[in-house]
């Protein structure tokens, strides 16, 4: 059965950094788009970042862009979510996505109909 498990997520102050981490389970990640997405209380689901197999694509939400950084790790078969200057906007619940992309390009990363695989998602908050 194939498994996103997310971690990392909690309570932060406004400036704070956390990271977050999206484990597999039942598949390996080499052969898959890993991405991120986040919903807040009252708002829609919104991409954050993914990244390619390779790791050499990285698109960001401009809402997050030279604050987070997504990354990799295939031999632990784990991608992160680093998370710097945290702000109270960033408070969400945030999911780890999977796909193996074959239907889709890189202008739609940030649509979420385009992931096969979702995670349960972790809660982010930032409040002082």
């Known amino acids: 059965q194939l498994q996103l498990v997310e971690s990392g997520g909690g309570l932060v102050q406004p400036g704070g950094s956390l990271r977050l981490s999206c484990a597999a389970s039942?598949?390996?990640?080499?052969?898959?788009?890993i991405g991120w997405f986040r919903q807040a209380p009252g708002k829609e689901r919104e991409g954050v970042s993914c990244?390619?197999?390779?790791?050499?694509?990285?698109p960001y939400a401009d809402s997050v862009k030279g604050r987070f950084t997504i990354s990799r790790d295939n031999a632990k078969n784990t991608v992160y979510l680093q998370m710097n200057s945290l702000k109270p906007e960033d408070t969400a619940v945030y999911y780890c996505?999977?796909?193996?992309?074959?239907?889709?390009?890189?202008?739609?990363?940030?649509?979420?109909?385009?992931?096969?695989?979702w995670g349960q998602g972790t809660q982010v908050t930032v409040s002082s």
């Open positions: 039942g598949f390996t990640l080499d052969d898959y788009v």
């Open positions: 990244i390619s197999t390779s790791g050499t694509i990285t």
């Open positions: 996505v999977a796909d193996r992309q074959f239907s889709w390009s890189w202008a739609a990363w940030a649509f979420e109909g385009n992931y096969d695989y």
